[in-house]
């Protein structure tokens, strides 16, 4: 009886103080949630999504589209109180807003900048945070608040369509390298989203699966990126992801947005919806789910129809209107900032072309066959060199004035091409995207622009291009995005006809002594062993962005000399991966007690097995291992120092370039615990650094420092961090099996930080 009498009087309370006459301030916000109805507050929490479909680009619900078209969604304003719209977008590799505008001759694109993948295999937290800059210069300078980025699941498998939006393998790096995004974009005055909050481990049904990961792996893999960017960057917002962990769906999980993202990480901001229409919006808010996107009018009456009956305490309302006032005082629209509509598009596109650079691996480079030469005359081979695919498809897409193709970059580098080839891969082209337009089925749902498939060439053309060129170039494109995963044959695996076009390409160049270059053009990784003995060079370029052409030309004429590291393991074959046992498109996708398998529910049955945390601890033979990739030049490395500091240690390493060309290092340091205690990974990386640009015998010494809480693993049986005490292994490594210099540490104290005993499995996990 006295809970509903409260209930009532908050409610008589807000109505009464609805007459109050007061405007949001950055100091006013409890006077403000004072005199908010309650219709005004559930409106807050709602998005706006009242807008047709036709002003959307993505085809989704339109959100305050008189302001920005094309954004992916907003909060609602309320003139009486002072509250302006903000204005969300999507993310990650630069802003997603419709181009163009009817009746405005005015353009409206958005720089296309390199991906996920691409940014992480940097290894550069000052290069990200510069592109971060870039980007959140754009979404100030096309009126937007928000950034729905960065993307930061784990790769747990190389077939998440998405995996090209998200970075690593390992958390370590994806957490650092999202703080640095986040930083940057930050610095500008607007926010970001860090996303999906969690467990979105896969595209298949993922608005309904449920991701059954141990609390473990929950805490050291999954959730573990995200802890460190928070720490790092104070994200304005997260976005709770669509998919259902151990249970209830992360949007209704208090366990997950507010004891362990709150509580634990210190998270201040607001989080929002996956962009999901009505679930239970009352269990969201009570969750700590502040904001609801793109938000559905009769979510509106849902808030006012539970605070009414009870289910749906005022407080636990208020404080989700109370992070989201706090999120709106920091905006643009807030500050009234004056947009121009004109961001600097030309000093993007040199950010994204060098950036691009420092994203691509080099895998192989036998007989110094890069740098080229710009005296050569090149054959063109493969369809993608010519349809050049800058980012992946689905809503992390972004409308890009152009992409420079590998033809075009090539030529703009100064080379000269066979001119007969580059016709016929041209005419190929305009023929296969007029049939993919033709036969477009519009009620398929994919965003963006599908692969056109790779075109056989006979042996006697490919000769007479040997005969002309003295080096062969061939691209291999790989398309994918959100709404599905990728599939082992013809994807992960080459196809047929490119791997016949591989071997008679090869044999034709190398019967002639001419060396033959792949270029690999893809958001994540994919099958290299049973091929990569054929070229004389391999260049992983990743999506790089909209002068993918250019950046590609850049690293192989030896301007830039490429210094990127795999983000991610690339196995023998895909079935080497553990969680591919349990995975969508892969077998086991049957019925039982608890539904389909992989579809309704995912087994993280390999736990801590991931990437190299399985690949190295089991010693199972890999194509390239984690953090593998060449360089023009080579480095040697000095004995480091470990210095105990307050709360762990401190490494210093002292790295020279030995070789002819200037080029920048990275240092890995992987970390070996004391036996004893729980089970280990072998090795994980606990700190990286990557050198400046050092110019032929320079040396840079790096600094590589690290906490007991980073060497930490989770004890399940006691829900702590826990510390081991003894002599830790550290390995100054360029790659996690390619170590370069060792040291020890030695704690001499057990720590042990305990937490909630949240996200335990609702079933087991054999
Ligand atoms: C995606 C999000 C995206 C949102 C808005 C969703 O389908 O999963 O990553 O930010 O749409 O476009």
């Known amino acids: 009886m006295g809970k509903y009498a409260n209930i009532a009087m908050a409610i008589a309370l807000s109505t009464t103080s609805s007459m109050a006459q007061v405007k949001l301030k950055a100091d006013n916000i409890e006077e403000v949630i004072k005199a908010m109805t309650l219709q005004e507050k559930a409106e807050l929490l709602v998005g706006r999504?009242?807008?047709?479909?036709?002003?959307?680009?993505?085809?989704?619900?339109?959100?305050?589209?008189?302001?920005?078209?094309?954004?992916?969604?907003?909060?609602?304003?309320?003139?009486?109180?002072?509250?302006?719209?903000?204005?969300?977008?999507?993310?990650?590799?630069?802003?997603?807003?419709?181009?163009?505008?009817?009746?405005?001759?005015?353009?409206?694109?958005?720089?296309?900048?390199?991906?996920?993948?691409?940014?992480?295999?940097?290894?550069?937290?000052?290069?990200?945070?510069?592109?971060?800059?870039?980007?959140?210069?754009?979404?100030?300078?096309?009126?937007?608040?928000?950034?729905?980025?960065?993307?930061?699941?784990?790769?747990?498998?190389?077939?998440?369509?998405?995996?090209?939006?998200?970075?690593?393998e390992d958390p370590f790096l994806t957490g650092n390298i999202a703080a640095a995004y986040v930083n940057g974009v930050q610095s500008q005055g607007v926010g970001t989203s860090i996303k999906h909050f969690a467990g979105n481990s896969q595209e298949v049904n993922r608005l309904e699966v449920d991701e059954i990961i141990s609390q473990r792996a929950l805490r050291e893999l999954y959730l573990k990126g995200f802890e460190i960017c928070v720490r790092k960057s104070q994200p304005w917002t997260v976005m709770s992801s669509y998919n259902k962990l151990n249970g209830p769906y992360t949007q209704e999980n208090g366990e997950l947005l507010t004891t362990i993202l709150r509580d634990e990480w210190g998270f201040k901001g607001v989080v929002m919806t996956d962009w999901t229409g009505q679930r239970n919006t009352a269990k969201q808010i009570a969750a700590g789910n502040d904001m609801m996107e793109p938000g559905e009018p009769s979510q509106v009456q849902e808030i006012i129809d539970k605070v009414k009956s009870g289910e749906l305490s005022m407080d636990a309302l208020d404080l989700c209107v109370r992070r989201t006032l706090q999120y709106i005082v920091k905006t643009p629209h807030f500050r009234n900032y004056k947009f121009s509509n004109r961001p600097d598009l030309k000093a993007h596109a040199a950010i994204t072309r060098q950036s691009a650079t420092e994203g691509m691996v080099l895998l192989k480079n036998d007989r110094q066959t890069l740098p080229l030469s710009d005296r050569q005359t090149v054959a063109v081979f493969g369809a993608s060199s010519y349809d050049f695919i800058a980012g992946g498809s689905g809503s992390g897409d972004v409308n890009k004035a152009y992409t420079i193709d590998l033809m075009q970059g090539i030529k703009n580098a100064g080379l000269s091409v066979t001119e007969d080839l580059a016709t016929i891969y041209t005419n190929y082209k305009t023929y296969q995207r007029a049939l993919i337009d033709a036969e477009k089925d519009p009620n398929v749902w994919f965003w963006g622009t599908p692969k056109i498939p790779e075109m056989p060439l006979n042996r006697i053309a490919i000769a007479k291009q040997a005969e002309k060129a003295d080096v062969a170039l061939l691209t291999i494109g790989r398309q994918a995005g959100e709404g599905d995963d990728r599939y082992i044959d013809n994807d992960f695996n080459l196809t047929n006809v490119e791997r016949q076009l591989l071997e008679d390409v090869c044999m034709a160049f190398h019967q002639l002594g001419k060396r033959v270059i792949v270029i690999l053009n893809m958001g994540g990784a994919i099958e290299t062993a049973s091929w990569k003995n054929l070229p004389d060079a391999i260049l992983m370029a990743w999506q790089p962005g909209q002068e993918g052409g250019n950046s590609v030309a850049d690293v192989l004429l030896g301007k830039e000399n490429p210094s990127g590291r795999l983000s991610m393991t690339f196995p023998l074959s895909a079935i080497d991966v553990p969680a591919l046992k349990n995975y969508p498109h892969v077998g086991l996708d049957k019925a039982d007690k608890n539904g389909r398998r992989n579809i309704d529910y995912t087994l993280h049955q390999e736990d801590l097995n991931v990437g190299y945390r399985y690949f190295n601890t089991k010693k199972v033979n890999v194509s390239y291992p984690f953090g593998y990739g060449l360089s023009y030049t080579t480095f040697s490395y000095t004995k480091p120092t470990v210095k105990a500091t307050k709360d762990g240690f401190e490494a210093q390493i002292t790295v020279t370039n030995t070789g002819n060309m200037a080029g920048k290092e990275v240092v890995q340091l992987y970390v070996t615990a004391p036996k004893g205690g729980l089970e280990k990974p072998t090795q994980e990386l606990k700190a990286f650094a990557k050198t400046k640009k050092l110019k032929p015998n320079e040396s840079q010494t790096l600094t590589l420092p690290v906490s007991a809480y980073d060497l930490a693993s989770y004890n399940e049986a006691t829900q702590s961090w826990e510390t081991a005490q003894g002599k830790y292994i550290l390995s100054f490594s360029s790659n996690v099996e390619e170590n370069k210099a060792s040291a020890t540490y030695n704690q001499a104290k057990a720590q042990s930080i305990k937490c909630h005993d949240v996200m335990r499995l609702n079933r087991p996990l054999e």
């Open 49 to 168: 999504s009242n807008n047709s479909a036709a002003n959307s680009s993505n085809g989704l619900i339109g959100a305050h589209a008189e302001l920005v078209p094309g954004a992916a969604g907003s909060s609602r304003s309320f003139e009486r109180l002072g509250i302006p719209p903000t204005i969300l977008t999507d993310g990650p590799a630069g802003v997603r807003i419709n181009p163009t505008r009817e009746n405005d001759t005015h353009t409206y694109y958005a720089t296309g900048f390199p991906v996920g993948t691409s940014l992480a295999c940097t290894w550069n937290t000052e290069l990200v945070e510069e592109v971060g800059k870039a980007i959140g210069n754009e979404v100030l300078e096309y009126g937007c608040d928000v950034i729905l980025a960065p993307g930061m699941n784990l790769h747990r498998s190389p077939l998440c369509g998405r995996n090209f939006e998200y970075y690593s």
